[in-house]
Structures are given as structure tokens and as C-alpha cells.
């Protein structure tokens, strides 16, 4: 835990964070949600595993990964969005001239959290026929390259456009599990997976889509319990346009491992990427 636990404080119960705000933070305990008020020195975020005590969050456990974002050039810490995520997709919507340095920036927010990048074009029935549709995803898949795993996906949620057997496809990538509303204890923890894209998007219609129109909490990061288990943490719009210190501290080393690459000459096509740990903290 991340912290001891005071003595005399009742019963203590394992619950997730599924929002935090100015007045506290929401909770998704075995029973039913609970409002809790974190003790001092303690700060939630959603995705969190959390022990409450009664009406008091007194201790977070520790993560498993963490998707974070910087909040200006000489940002060093950034700022958490979500936590304990085995995916995050990254949205971008649908255009012909889908800027590659914003869809770069975004991939390496996700693949520094430690956990695995999905990339997801939305909105594809905005495209005038299918080959600029797989021009554009193709595109995509060669900037997927960098980050060994992640998975390119076409969606729309459109039910009548043949983009929607993305929708599908995505569903079947997102974390299963077993444990009503997404909760067990942490040994047994239902999966989750963080969604991050810039403004309009299509994320809230993305999350909708796939939630089946669970209700958010507040303008924050917020979890949201996905249908037979697993759960979604939709995080606030992130402007790729921004400058974002964390996200250039790891492009910068996703570049030099693929300078000594290139250096290094051809490899057997049998041999696996060397795959880049995570920054530290997971930023």
C-alpha cells in the first residue's frame, strides 16, 4: 500500500476510483458506489485502487501503470490522468491529412504509461470510399511500428456504416474479465483501458458507444463500467498541439533506439524489437 494504515479505523473495504473532484472522490466498492474524502497526502486518480474506511479513502495501492500528460514545455511531473490501464487508445479522427507529429505525440503518451497502445481512427464514415479509408490506416500502421504491438483500428458508430465491425473488433481487444461492473480485489482486478485523443475527436461518442451510454462523473477523468466487467477511464481532451515535456523525453529515446537500429544494419525479420521500457513513474 502506499501508505500505513492508521489503527482504530474500522472496517476497511477495497474499492476503485472512479472520479476524484474539489469535494472528494467516487468509489466503486462490492456494495454500491461510495463518495469517499481522501486523507491527506493522498491523491487519487481514476483507475486507482483504493481502501476505504467507512467514508475515507486511507490508502492507495500501488500502480500498475500510469497514463500522465505534461502541462507545458518545462513540465517535468505532468499530470496524472489514469491508472492501473492494460490499453489506452488513442483517438484521432478520421481526415486525409491526419498530421503524423500529433499522432506521434499522442502514441508516445500511451506507450509511456506502461501499458499497450491501441490506435483508433474514428469516425470513418466521414471518408469518401474505403481506399482513402485504408490509405489512412495504413499510414497509421507504419507509425504504429514504433511502439511493437499496438494494434490500428478503423471505427464508427454509425450503426448502419460497415465502419462499425471496427467497433466490434475493438470491443474484443478491450480487457474481459469476469467481476460484476468491473470490480474484484487487486489479485484478481477486471481490466480497464484508458481513452486519450484531442479536442472533437469523437472520444465521448467512442466511450458511449462502447459503455452502452453509462453515466460519466464530472469533467475529469472518470471511469466508466463497461457491460459483463472491465471498465473504460475517459480522460479530459488532450491538445497534441501543445508542447508536452514528457512526450518529447520519450520520443526522444524512441528515436535514438532507432538510430542504433539502423546503425546496427538488417536484422533477421525472426528477430524481435527491442521494445522501450517505460520512463520512470511511467511518464
Same mark, same amino acid.
Given at each position: 500500500?502506499?501508505?500505513?494504515?492508521?489503527?482504530?479505523?474500522?472496517?476497511?473495504?477495497?474499492?476503485?476510483?472512479?472520479?476524484?473532484?474539489?469535494?472528494?472522490?467516487?468509489?466503486?466498492?462490492?456494495?454500491?458506489?461510495?463518495?469517499?474524502?481522501?486523507?491527506?497526502?493522498?491523491?487519487?486518480?481514476?483507475?486507482?485502487?483504493?481502501?476505504?474506511?467507512?467514508? =475515507?479513502?486511507?490508502?492507495?495501492?500501488?500502480?500498475?501503470?500510469?497514463?500522465?500528460?505534461?502541462?507545458?514545455?518545462?513540465?517535468?511531473?505532468?499530470?496524472?490522468?489514469?491508472?492501473?490501464?492494460?490499453?489506452?487508445?488513442?483517438?484521432?479522427?478520421?481526415?486525409?491529412?491526419?498530421?503524423?507529429?500529433?499522432?506521434?505525440?499522442?502514441?508516445?503518451?500511451?506507450?509511456?504509461?506502461?501499458?499497450?497502445?491501441?490506435?483508433?481512427?474514428?469516425?470513418?464514415?466521414?471518408?469518401?470510399?474505403?481506399?482513402?479509408?485504408?490509405?489512412?490506416?495504413?499510414?497509421?500502421?507504419?507509425?504504429?511500428?514504433?511502439?511493437?504491438?499496438?494494434?490500428?483500428?478503423?471505427?464508427?458508430?454509425?450503426?448502419?456504416?460497415?465502419?462499425?465491425?471496427?467497433?466490434?473488433?475493438?470491443?474484443?481487444?478491450?480487457?474481459?474479465?469476469?467481476? =460484476?461492473?468491473?470490480?474484484?480485489?487487486?489479485?484478481?482486478?477486471?481490466?480497464?483501458?484508458?481513452?486519450?485523443?484531442?479536442?472533437?475527436?469523437?472520444?465521448?461518442?467512442?466511450?458511449?458507444?462502447?459503455?452502452?451510454?453509462?453515466?460519466?462523473?464530472?469533467?475529469?477523468?472518470?471511469?466508466?463500467?463497461?457491460?459483463?466487467?472491465?471498465?473504460?477511464?475517459?480522460?479530459?481532451?488532450?491538445?497534441?498541439?501543445?508542447?508536452?515535456?514528457?512526450?518529447?523525453?520519450?520520443?526522444?529515446?524512441?528515436?535514438?533506439?532507432?538510430?542504433?537500429?539502423?546503425?546496427?544494419?538488417?536484422?533477421?525479420?525472426?528477430?524481435?524489437?527491442?521494445?522501450?521500457?517505460?520512463?520512470?513513474?511511467?511518464?
Amino acid at each position: 500500500m502506499a501508505r500505513r494504515l492508521s489503527t482504530g479505523c474500522g472496517p476497511l473495504v477495497p474499492a476503485r476510483v472512479t472520479d476524484v473532484d474539489d469535494d472528494g472522490c467516487g468509489c466503486l466498492a462490492a456494495t454500491g458506489p461510495v463518495r469517499a474524502v481522501a486523507e491527506p497526502g493522498l491523491t487519487p486518480v481514476a483507475g486507482d485502487w483504493a481502501v476505504l474506511a467507512g467514508n =475515507a479513502l486511507v490508502a492507495v495501492l500501488p500502480r500498475t501503470s500510469v497514463v500522465r500528460r505534461g502541462r507545458g514545455a518545462d513540465d517535468v511531473c505532468g499530470e496524472v490522468l489514469a491508472a492501473n490501464v492494460d490499453l489506452v487508445l488513442v483517438v484521432q479522427t478520421f481526415s486525409a491529412t491526419l498530421s503524423p507529429d500529433r499522432t506521434e505525440r499522442l502514441l508516445a503518451l500511451a506507450a509511456a504509461s506502461s501499458a499497450t497502445p491501441v490506435l483508433v481512427l474514428s469516425q470513418i464514415d466521414r471518408a469518401p470510399d474505403g481506399a482513402v479509408v485504408r490509405s489512412v490506416l495504413a499510414d497509421l500502421a507504419v507509425l504504429a511500428e514504433s511502439c511493437p504491438g499496438t494494434r490500428v483500428v478503423g471505427v464508427s458508430t454509425l450503426p448502419d456504416h460497415p465502419g462499425v465491425a471496427g467497433l466490434h473488433r475493438l470491443r474484443a481487444l478491450l480487457p474481459g474479465s469476469t467481476p =460484476a461492473a468491473g470490480l474484484a480485489s487487486p489479485d484478481g482486478a477486471a481490466g480497464a483501458a484508458a481513452v486519450v485523443g484531442p479536442p472533437g475527436c469523437g472520444k465521448s461518442s467512442l466511450v458511449d458507444a462502447l459503455s452502452g451510454g453509462a453515466p460519466r462523473a464530472g469533467a475529469g477523468s472518470a471511469l466508466v463500467p463497461l457491460p459483463g466487467g472491465g471498465a473504460l477511464v475517459d480522460t479530459p481532451s488532450c491538445s497534441a498541439d501543445e508542447p508536452d515535456w514528457l512526450a518529447e523525453r520519450y520520443l526522444s529515446r524512441l528515436r535514438a533506439t532507432q538510430r542504433e537500429r539502423w546503425r546496427a544494419g538488417p536484422h533477421p525479420r525472426s528477430q524481435t524489437r527491442r521494445r522501450l521500457r517505460p520512463l520512470a513513474g511511467g511518464a
